[in-house]
């Protein structure tokens, strides 16, 4: 893995973790209602960039798949996923 490669997903995991902690914040009911509105805008923002990154992740991903001859192909994900199940060759 590249350094910015481990640079993205440490900064996703912590993006994540932050989220979490934000969220049990929340879910506390010890925030005074300004306290959750910041706290739930911070969520807001987090969750939104915890999905970007995923985004960007899958549209990277490709699957190793069997076509009808047997032979493995590599296929985008979204390819992949609009064949259905039997593209796997399972």
């Keep these: 893995m590249t350094a910015k490669r481990d640079e ?3 900064k996703f995991e912590e993006a994540l973790q932050e989220l979490e902690r934000v969220v049990e914040r929340l879910e506390s009911g010890e925030l005074s209602l300004e306290d959750s509105l910041a706290a739930f805008e911070e969520g807001v923002r987090l969750a939104h960039y915890c999905n ?7 549209k990277r991903i490709e699957l190793l798949v069997k076509d009808k001859e047997g032979k493995l192909q590599l296929r985008p994900l979204a390819e992949a996923d609009a064949q259905g199940p ?3 060759g399972s």
């Design 8 to 10: 993205e997903k440490k």
């Design 52 to 58: 970007q990154k995923l985004n960007e992740v899958e």
């Design 86 to 88: 039997e593209a796997e």
